[in-house]
């Protein structure tokens, strides 16, 4: 598993590199400071995952990886930051990011970027438990503008409650094809890339 390592803490990425090649299944392909750097490595380097901090210099993690995901939809990006700032997180999952955890949760980051490396997304216990708060934002649309149709929404939920589409299917007596094709439908309906995104398009319309 190739990593590329951005933060631009110089330290912080010196001392990753340290902790994540002690591990015989993890390589870091390169390091960088910012995200202009992040691009640039990215595209050179073609990394599993690429493992980014948000605040930077000359270029954000999120700006940097806002024009990867348009470059490369497959790109595995997992932001590790100090910050938990609800408009940061938001804007992670809406990108497309596959994770976002805390700096301080240093135990936790080859876990996730094994969970990242096998399909998964990952989020630290402190970021999951704000999503419900972004429900309460000011200024939500809900969801009559959209058009959705009551299963389309009583989807929506089950999405958001991140429950598998096994699990879909048996709370909703559908099988689980139809509920591949009510997702399909959704994504094409509200112009959004996954599932987490669905779940953040809830959180906020609500």
Do not use: W
Not at 26 to 34: A, D, F, K, L, W
Not at 61 to 87: M, N, V
Not at 156 to 180: D, P, Q
């Amino acid at each position: 598993m190739n990593i590329l390592i951005v933060d631009d803490d110089r330290l912080v990425c010196v001392s990753l590199k340290t902790i994540l090649e002690a591990d015989p299944e993890i390589s870091v392909t390169g390091t960088g400071n910012n995200g202009q750097q992040a691009i640039e490595l990215y595209r050179r380097h073609k990394p599993d995952i690429l493992l980014m901090d948000i605040r930077m210099d000359t270029m954000t993690g999120l700006d940097a990886g806002e024009i990867l995901l348009k470059e490369y939809p497959a790109a595995r990006i997992l932001y590790l930051t100090t910050f938990s700032d609800d408009a940061y997180i938001v804007r992670a999952l809406k990108i497309g990011a596959k994770g976002y955890l805390l700096k301080q949760n240093f135990e936790s980051i080859i876990p996730a970027l094994k969970a990242v490396y096998t399909g998964q997304r990952v989020f630290g216990d402190e970021i999951i438990t704000k999503l419900p708060a972004l429900i309460h934002g000011g200024g939500s649309p809900g969801f009559s503008n959209y058009d959705l149709t009551e299963k389309e929404t009583e989807l929506l939920v089950h999405i958001s409650e991140g429950l598998s589409n096994r699990e879909i299917s048996e709370a909703m007596f559908l099988s689980e094809g139809t509920v591949r094709n009510y997702i399909s439908i959704l994504l094409e309906k509200l112009n959004l890339r996954d599932r987490t995104q669905l779940a953040v398009f809830y959180y906020k319309n609500r």
